[in-house]
């Protein structure tokens, strides 16, 4: 459980970093919190030629408000979401999910946009950032993207970021105050990866609801929303039955995840149950 | 005021506390290689050749070698078996012919760092054919070796008339159950540091533990060095369970390494080796039936079952299949029994013990097969088990047959007495009522219970000497060892104690080979029986010595005489003319000594009760345990809160075992659980506080102290209370059949429960 040698750079600018990465990103990697990545290599998975250190340069360390969204910098922690950062519906739903994430240690290096990055199936903020239809911000020398998720997530723990890419920044919709929010997880234990997990976001208006958006996480091999449980949601006054419903449109709609964990099976009733759950949740606050 | 009873702090915890704690990994000598260790990737197949040409030509290789390089070093024998025949399963120290689970060493890598090591071994390259392999336990027996059976034995012990009592009986319940493949885990992994001694020519053993002392001499019977040639050295250890401690193939190689390369060898076990090499324990199937009268009792007892051994057999030889049958009837009386043992090679990881063996398992099938006798009859399972329990009156009790050499009397016990006086101290009636009233609410929880009788204390002998230095320094010298669990602080108390001081001037010396010529070291939960006797008994000899000299000194009879803290005094005269302990020996010498040796024929038998309360969602099948209670009867407790400490680990490995724990193996024979991800131990937040209930009824006149064992209380019947548990928040007596209880088999049992019990 020692990794292979490799080389070590430790940019202070976004430019030096792109600078590096056009040299070696080819076989190298973007080290940030280490959290999935250094297992990786300890397990000799991840063989980089290169680490690009990208935990010097200051100006990827920050999260803000700006224009009706939640800016996030590459190096801005999981551990900061557990306090407050933003206002609106979103402020305080960012701490409600944070916690679900390993454990402390684990919180205070690794990065919001490293799990991006790494997009592990069980993310959380890659849940959030499917369910909310976030902007990903990439950049390298070639140029810049701004991607969206449904492009961003090509499958387990693959995405369309190219070795020379660096994603600086994502950004989240703040949401305004006539948005409820629930979120529901399952895991074995207290800390580990969610075997499925919910997060539901629902406006209304007029005890009506006019907008629902309801992502699954843990499930499958990526974050995805679940078009027909929102179709259903809309227009509806959000009663216990028809979350229920919606989870089983969900747990039908999914192609589940098998592992010695959960079976498909017990999966999809696991999502039944975290859709019904996160519902419920939105709609008591 | 005496020290036996007090809850003394641990003597042990300062360096632990502050860092300056030195564990296998912490020790570091100049000119040190690190090996690492080449693994098998299959689990079965012919082990056709190895190539090691390139590892060997890489600038960093010191040395690589295969099974050919050590063909001169015979398989690791056993410890403890006295059964005969077995040797052809012993594993070889390198993979020869065969390889028979991923994991199993095939080759040893020699080089000046640990990450070139790691390199080399990256470019050794065994040449496997793979074979179909075998991973139930209950399948039909195949051919493990030319003419060698994969049944490596049949163990069986039986009393009585069993065809009669099934004949006769008013019913007959039968059970089936699964207990899944799980072990000690041990927060530090193992590690092996051989080191030269230029000057005496002694090779030194770092990073043993538990038994230092027969590995010692197994070690130089397998190397062929006289026995005063090494040593081995226990330092901290992070943990034991049984599992670590034991010789190992990479013990062995690091040894051969220093007599062959001549430098210091540093072996660290990382996590994955843990989780595929060292010892798994429990994996088994029991077949159980049980004849009964209309009342309850239980007049036969028929148990038939498999147990995984794994690959090979290794230094615990068929104890745990041995433990099962013996400890399998517990409290109860049972006048017909039988059990019969297949101990199955499998390829897997090979087996050993682990805390409570044979307990765990016979705990969890005892009880739930009281539990099914009690639904069968439409009876309480309190009331059941009430019924079978031995009497008091009964005691001593033996039983008809032996284990682990020795025969099985019931040293002293009033069961139904712990048992009453448990319930009444956890309000059960309360509990009771308070589960009703949620289930009402339409929660699903429920409460169930596992009564046991423990072992402890293994013989056959512990040697203790207890000097006093001219400096006033008294140091214990002990041939126990110390896997964590507070050896320092109760044997300084029992020796303060004996000799009347206090406990700032002992030192406990424990698991150093060069200070003691024998020792029996940390199983079985002996050392504050085993040695805790021989300490009591040096520190009587010691008193009545210093005692003797201060008398000469004082021109005072030594009757008269006392020692109070670091002084002796005049008893009817306390403050008139006293002597300095130090004095005391600088006079008689230089210094004071005393020996003992303490012998057991036969264990003492602890017994205790676990209460689990679960709660189950309906629709995650989350399973938590929301209260634990343990109540126990350790005859005497030396530091209640040490015993305490004992039995919430244990509980806690208890809990893990029966939700959460489990090696589980593709149908190819690969190891899933390889990680702390995957393999799931319970953390804080999975374990409530573990509400402990001790009692000091029944202490056993089997040694001075009238103490019994406490280290594997906590574990032994968890198993069988969550499973109780769980059914009655089920409602459905009898649907646990199978540990863990992991969501996913929750979920599958759910499945099969009629809609309306939902
Ligand atoms: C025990 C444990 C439990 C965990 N539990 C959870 C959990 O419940 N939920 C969860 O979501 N995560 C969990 N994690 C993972 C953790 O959240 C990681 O921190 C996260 O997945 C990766 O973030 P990081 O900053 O550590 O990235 P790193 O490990 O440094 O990098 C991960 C990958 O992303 C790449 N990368 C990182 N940053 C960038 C960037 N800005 N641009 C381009 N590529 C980049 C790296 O090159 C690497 O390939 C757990 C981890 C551990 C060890």
Redesign the interface.
Known sequence: MKPVSFRYFAPRTVDQALELLATHGGEGKILAGGQSLVPAMNFRLARPASLIDINRIDSLDYVREDGGELRIGALARHARFEGPVAGGALGAFLPRVARHIGHLPIRTRGTFCGSIAHADPASEWCLLAATLDAGFLVVSRRGRRNVRPNEYFVGALTTILEPDELLTEIRLPLLGEDWRTGFAEFSRRAGDFALAMCAAFLRFEDDRIVEARIGLGGATDRPSRIAAAEALLTGSEGAPDIFREAGNIAAETIDPLEDIHASAEYRRDLVRAMVARALDQASAR | MSLIGRSVKRLEDRPLLTGSGRFAADITVPGMLYMRIVRSPVAFGRLAGLRIAEALAHPGAVAVWTAEDVADIPPIGFRMTLVPGLEPYRQPILADGHVRFVGEPVAAVFAAD??TA??IA?LVAPEIEPLAPCLHPAAPPREYAPGRSTEATVIAKAYGDLDAAFAGAHAVVVLELTIGRHSGVPLETRGAIAVPEADSGILRLYGAAKVPHYNRQALAAMLGLPLDRIHLHEGHVGGGFGIRGELYPEDVLTCAAVMRLGRPVKWIE???EHLVAANQSRGSVHRVRAAVDEHGLIVGLDDEFWFDQGAYLRTHGVVVADLTCAMLPGPYVIPAYRSVGHVRLTNKTPCGTYRAPGRFEASFVRERLVDAIADRLGLDPIVVRRRNFIAKTAMPFRREFSALGTEIVYDTGDYAGLLGKFLNRVGWETLRADVARRRQAGEMIGLGLGFFVEKSGLGPFDDVRITLGGDGAIEVITGAASVGQGVETVMAQICADGLGTGLDHIRVIHGQTDRIARGMGAFASRVTVMTGAAVTIAAAKLRDRLLAEAGRLLQTAPDRLAVIGDRVVVCDAPSGPSLDLAAIARSAGGELTADATFTAEHMTYPYGVHLAQVRIER????ITVERFFVGYDVGRAVNPMLVEGQIAGGAAQGIGASL?EEF?HDASGQP??VTL??Y?M??I??IPTIEVALFEDAPTPLNPLGVKGAGEAGIAAAGAAIAAAVDDALGRPGAVRQLPI???RL??LL?ELPAEQH
Not at chain 2, 619 to 622: G, K, V
């Open positions: 640990p990450y790691e390199d990256d990382d996590r994955y629709d995650s099948c989350a959460l589980v899933q659980s991800a995957d799931l319970p953390t937040s999975e992991t969501p996913n979920h599958a499945a």
